[in-house]
């Protein structure tokens, strides 16, 4: 299917009714934003249990290509094995701790740098000086410790969790709609990513990443180059996806950063910190979040082409994007933690319309609702 041949955005569009049929339940205090506590407990109870971005596949083609990640304080080695079955480790050698491998390449074994322990492509101990003479000692029961890993639509994802549901049973009917939306998406190549620190608590970025509330007052360059403003709305993808479908008509004439007209926009946020987002015609890009303290964040930004290279069209519409949207929103975010901060402040208003639309914060109560779900034993 060529992208002239791409379904309206709006297909896909979920009922408003869906998210203002029941009053939403009263906005999450301050200190959901600030206690270090609380902080503590959502890392463990939310992302330790989530499915995080680790990295696209095209780092991963072929037997022995491996990739190391930093996640969350912890760092995991992405590897193919000679079957081409992908598998996550943590990158921590069985022995006394030290680091298996570093930043990315080729590997057809990993030998530990401080003892010289080998491991085969599948975690498997091969070899460990000094050990023949050990009594008890049986290298087949030693193995590096794996993390779940799923390949989505050729992004890697990762869960700590070893019980987890599957990335499909999580997101129900995500994987559908994307391909009939991109029906090429698997396909695409990493291009480019950039990133930047954030000096406010996660869920702080992520609010203000699901609303388009302040897009027209605040996102000038976005509301004339790639979105109608007006059009703008979120709602949940289904009623058992932990999934915010962001949709809007895409900007044309001489506004718009490029040929827009051949779809419209998109975007479908994954709980607790990752985004798909489609660009009106097709043009394929993502946000993810890191926490990295209770007041900051990282979040960082990704493009994907065809072939893995950036064309000269793509070039300006990454700069234009960095240079408006992204560094305005480095600034909102900034500024509201600041404000949560403050002894004053107890609790947000949210604006929730029966209606939907772009000024309606429905979105943000979904996001308060899931968060309680999670910590409930909080009181939040």
């Known amino acids: 299917m060529t992208l002239e041949a791409l379904p309206s955005h709006a297909s896909v569009r979920a009922n408003p009714a869906s998210v203002a049929s029941s009053p939403p339940p009263p906005p999450l205090p301050a200190r959901a934003y600030t206690d ?101 000692f049986d290298k087949d029961k030693v193995h590096l410790a794996r993390v779940r890993v799923e390949e989505f639509l050729g992004f890697v994802f990762v869960n700590f969790d070893r019980q987890a549901a599957s990335m499909e049973q999580t997101y129900p009917n995500l994987a559908a709609t994307l391909e009939r939306l991109c029906p090429d998406i698997a396909a695409r190549y990493f291009a480019f990513e950039h990133s930047a620190q954030e000096e406010s608590n996660w869920l702080v970025a992520v609010e203000n990443y699901n609303e388009c509330y302040h897009c027209q007052h605040v996102h000038k360059a976005f509301s004339q180059g790639i979105v109608v403003p007006e059009s703008y709305d979120v709602q949940p993808l289904g009623c058992d996806a932990r999934v915010l479908h962001h949709s809007a008509k895409a900007a044309t ?89 403050s002894r004053s402040f107890e609790q947000a208003q949210l604006v929730v319309s029966t209606q939907g639309g772009v000024k309606s914060e429905h979105s943000l109560a979904c996001l308060h609702r899931w968060l309680r779900e999670d910590v409930a034993e909080t009181g939040l």
């Open 253 to 341: 004439g001489e506004g718009s950063w490029y040929d827009t007209s051949r779809s419209d926009y998109a975007s479908f946020f994954l709980y607790p910190g990752f985004s798909f987002q489609l660009y009106p015609s097709g043009l394929l890009n993502t946000y993810y979040w890191r926490p990295l303290s209770v007041s900051t964040t990282r979040v960082h930004r990704g493009w994907f082409s065809h072939d893995g290279s950036v064309s000269a069209e793509l070039e300006d519409v990454i700069e234009r994007d960095r240079t408006t949207t992204f560094a305005e929103d480095l600034e909102l975010v900034k500024s509201v933690q600041r404000g949560l901060e």
């Open 36 to 136: 270090e506590e609380l902080y503590r407990k959502v890392l463990e109870r939310v992302f330790f249990r989530s499915w995080l971005y680790a990295c696209h596949a095209s780092f991963l083609e072929g037997a022995g290509r491996y990739k190391v990640v930093e996640l969350l304080g912890e760092s995991l080695l992405l590897v193919r094995d000679q079957s081409n079955v992908l598998h996550a480790f943590y990158n921590v050698c069985q022995h006394r701790g030290h680091r298996i491998a570093s930043d990315e390449g080729n590997a057809t074994r990993f030998v530990c740098p401080y003892h010289a322990w080998c491991y085969d492509l599948q975690g498997r101990l091969k070899s460990a000086p000094g050990t023949k003479g050990v009594r008890g």
